[in-house]
């Protein structure tokens, strides 16, 4: 323990690097880091493949059913900032650190973090991202939305509220094909992970923007490609 300040002084140019870093990510990126690199959203992704390779049908998660996990939502993020401010560690709880030693290291309280991790993976296999349903720390990322680089957008005029964005989104948030006025559709709860955009059959109807331009949307062609390909199969 004596040689902690002087090894903290050492690196620290590193770790004000790390933590720059993370900084950055956490508050320009947002919660694209849930949709496309967070570790325990490709497990997650990965059961939901299994379970649609063996012909087993999911739990529908509909406006009733996800009223339940509001309140397990709001247990996780108090317990998790209330571990900030007491000085605890998180990760000793949190299913993600069985799959990513970056994020948690490789000593593992099996009583607790397994027993969650097993929760979490059956859960899964039945109920698409189960736990970005209730994740705490990606619900404090989407509070910074308003700061995020790469934005979800819609244009009204040229939505016909099918629906289909709304039975794609993991997140099962409605205000995605609801929204008629707004150009700007992204919510605290949402992964911005693009199934919307890819499920969305009307060309420019949804799209995500970086920076301001456009790099994604919806396309008709786009969409019909994809539903024969689904058909053959």
């Known amino acids: 323990m004596s040689h902690l300040p002087a090894l903290l002084m050492r690196n620290s140019g590193y770790i004000l690097w ?9 508050l320009f990126f947002g919660r694209i880091l849930c949709g496309f690199l967070c570790p325990l959203g490709l497990v997650q992704d990965i059961m939901d493949k299994i379970r649609q390779c063996l012909h087993i049908r999911p739990i529908t998660i509909d406006e009733q059913r996800n009223k339940i ?17 007491a000085g605890g560690d998180f990760c000793d709880i949190c299913p993600a650190r069985v799959f990513s030693s970056s994020m948690g290291g490789w000593w593992i309280n099996y009583a607790v973090t397994g027993f969650l991790t097993v929760f979490v993976l059956v859960g899964s296999f039945f ?29 009204c005029t040229a939505c016909t509220g099918c629906g289909a964005c709304y ?23 949402c992964l911005m992970c693009g199934e919307c955009i890819h499920k969305c059959p009307e060309n420019g109807a949804i799209s995500m923007t970086f ?16 539903y024969h390909t689904s058909k053959k199969r």
């Open 18 to 26: 790390f933590f720059a870093t993370l900084f950055f990510c956490l």
């Open 69 to 85: 996990f509001q309140p397990l939502k709001w247990m996780w993020t108090i317990l998790f900032v209330g571990f900030v401010f």
């Open 211 to 226: 920076c301001g331009k456009r790099i994604v949307r919806s396309s008709r062609k786009g969409f019909m490609k994809k």
């Open 127 to 155: 109920i698409r991202r189960f736990w970005c349903l209730m994740c705490p720390l990606g619900f404090l990322m989407g509070f910074l939305k308003r700061f995020n680089l790469f934005k979800l957008k819609k244009d």
């Open 167 to 189: 039975e794609a989104c993991p997140m099962r948030i409605k205000s995605i094909y609801t929204e008629r006025e707004q150009t700007d559709i992204q919510t605290v709860d």
